[in-house]
């Protein structure tokens, strides 16, 4: 069955052989690059990389869409940084210190690409996996609390943060994105051993 198995995938493979296509590789430092982002306008990449670290630490950088000007943007970024739909403002989680004892909980941030500044949206609110809505106003992000995850949404300055799907035990939650008209919040949902797509309306109303 072995060599059954390597025949079929030889035959598979043919026409990705003879017509190649290779990409370029926007950075090779490090041994953790990963969660690249376009900008609306598809000149400039955002991603993490560990550079410079011996860790899985990673920081942001923003890189053009052709491998220069590869630059760090801030230290200590744990998700995929997202471009407001202006491209002004970039939006991801961190983890910083909570406590006198060393906790790191995770926030949301945004940093302004024109005078370079971050911003903290959000104080031990235990959010990741922020996503813009389509109009740059909304912010939908997970929450992980009591062991649970949390869809929440937010104005695009941290406040008002209201949850609209509750927490279920054992049940896991991931990558919540606006449909094109905002009325929906699509994401990944991990529950009874298997991991499926759901929907929500954007207010929670079902």
Known sequence: WKADL??????????????????????????????PTFDPDGKRVALLSNEGSDYATTSLYLVDRDGKNF????????????????????????????????????????????????????????????????????????????????LAVMNADGSGVREIRAGVGGVQLYSPQYSPDGSRILFGIFQSGTREVASIASDGSD
């Open 6 to 35: 390597g025949h079929r995938y030889d035959r598979m493979l043919t026409d990705v052989r003879a017509n190649p296509r290779e990409g370029k590789i926007l950075s090779d430092q490090g041994f953790m690059t990963l969660d």
């Open 71 to 150: 630059k760090e943007v801030e230290d200590g970024v744990s998700s995929r940084a997202v471009f407001s739909p202006d491209g002004a403002t970039l939006l991801y989680a961190k983890h910083t210190r909570s406590d006198v004892y060393g906790a790191r909980l995770s926030d949301l941030y945004t940093y302004s690409i024109a005078t370079k500044k971050e911003k903290r949206l959000t104080h031990k609110l235990r959010a990741a996996e922020p996503q813009w809505s389509p109009d740059g106003r909304t912010i939908v992000c997970v929450l992980n609390r009591d062991g649970t995850h949390r």
